[in-house]
């Protein structure tokens, strides 16, 4: 039972212009997001997170949208840049009573085209 | 290099047989949590150690997986009669702490192959 999905397996996009990437989940319980990316042969690297107190949490390029009525999330890169090139999971965790483990999407491969 | 370490990165086994995959996390983290991906599929959680103790190992597939971190800090995921479908990268990722919210910090994983 996959409770975080990301249905794009892959995106293309043109260096410059912006990315956006989806992730919904069916558990109302989780209430901390985040986004991982991961180069091949590499663990996942963290790349931005958000609380549900929260709709919006911006990093430089990095912006990242909740909206729990929905239950979705987006991240989005602006302006993509060729090392962008990777996959990203959103990940989601349901309270610190559970130890905060995560649950992964199946992730979203970016290829940014230069 | 204060990193996640995972060793070996590389693991071929035969059906059948007993392996140990070993995660040295970031030093001063508490919490440590063992993951497996399988190709085209996002990281699945198998176990979760706040210091020496498995706070929820409600993961762990079936009973040939097991995993300890004696001392707090390396831990050793053992998989006992090892099958074709446990071939994946297992990544272990450790944390500040379980009980606070924060990123994990990922190793590079060991791709174990079972043939």
């Known amino acids: 039972d996959q409770q975080v999905k990301q249905n794009s397996p892959s995106l293309s996009v043109q260096e410059g212009r912006i990315s956006i990437l989806n992730c919904d989940y069916t558990?109302?319980?989780?209430?901390?997001f985040l986004w991982y990316k991961k180069y091949p042969a590499e663990g996942p690297t963290f790349l931005i997170s958000i609380s549900s107190i929260k709709d919006k949490n911006e990093d430089g390029r990095f912006t990242v949208f909740l909206n729990k009525s929905a239950k979705h999330l987006s991240l989005h890169i602006v302006p993509s840049q060729p090392g962008d090139s990777a996959v990203y999971f959103c990940?989601?965790?349901?309270?610190?009573?559970?130890?905060?483990?995560?649950?992964f999407g199946t992730g979203t491969s970016l290829t940014v085209i230069p | 290099g204060a990193g996640v370490s995972q060793t070996p990165s590389n693991k071929v086994t035969e059906k059948g047989k007993y392996v140990e995959l070993r995660c040295d996390p970031i030093?001063?983290?508490?919490?440590l949590y063992w993951y497996r991906q399988s190709l085209g599929q996002g990281p699945e959680f198998l176990i979760y150690?706040?210091?020496?103790?498995?706070?929820?190992d409600s993961g762990l597939p079936n009973d040939r997986f097991f995993a300890v971190r004696p001392e707090g800090s390396v831990s050793t995921l053992k998989i006992q009669r090892t099958e074709r479908g446990d071939s994946a990268v297992y990544l272990c990722?450790?944390?500040?702490?379980?009980?606070?919210?924060?990123?994990?910090?990922f190793g590079p994983g060991t791709r174990l192959t079972v043939l």
């Open positions: 990722a450790s944390s500040v702490s379980g009980r606070a919210r924060g990123e994990q910090f």
């Open positions: 558990n109302s319980m989780f209430d901390y």
């Open positions: 150690f706040q210091g020496t103790g498995a706070a929820d």
């Open positions: 990940a989601a965790s349901a309270g610190l009573n559970t130890g905060n483990q995560f649950y």
């Open positions: 030093s001063g983290h508490t919490a």
